[in-house]
Nanobody, 124 residues
Framework: VQLQASGGGLVQAGGSLRLSCAAS????????MGWFRQAPGKEREFVAA????????NYADSVKGRFTISRDNAKNTLYLEMNSLRPEDTAVYLC??????????????????WGQGTEVTVSS
């Protein structure tokens, strides 16, 4: 299983970015997916998750109302639309795929496969 994240960059506070995660190696639509982030010196933390169909989502409180997770199963791609970005959103963003389940999960240990991450820097 390979996950390739892209779309990160440098943006001013209040700006927007759209992250993508291209998946290959198994049937993408069968599994729940999620975005996590890791800032320097901090642990990896949950950002958003989505079930197999896109019909169920979950968000960390810190990003609710600003970020939107979605997926296109025909394109084997996961997305994270990030609006109203803040300096505290600065981190490496990683996409993850659940090992066996199609449902939503915010738990790090429920994700078996990870992409390499894409860096997001928000300047004040």
């Amino acid at each position: 299983v390979q996950l390739q994240a892209s779309g990160g960059g440098l943006v001013q506070a209040g700006g927007s970015l759209r992250l993508s995660c291209a998946a290959s190696g198994r049937t993408f639509r069968n599994y729940g997916m999620g975005w996590f982030r890791q800032a320097p010196g901090k642990e990896r933390e949950f950002v958003a998750a989505i079930n197999w169909s896109g019909g169920s989502t979950n968000y960390a409180d810190s990003v609710k109302g600003r970020f939107t997770i979605s997926r296109d199963n025909a394109k084997n791609t996961l997305y994270l639309e990030m609006n109203s970005l803040r300096p505290e959103d600065t981190a490496v963003y990683l996409c993850g795929s659940r090992g066996r389940s199609a449902s939503v999960s915010s738990y790090l240990n429920d994700y078996f496969y990870w992409g390499q991450g894409t860096e997001v820097t928000v300047s004040s």
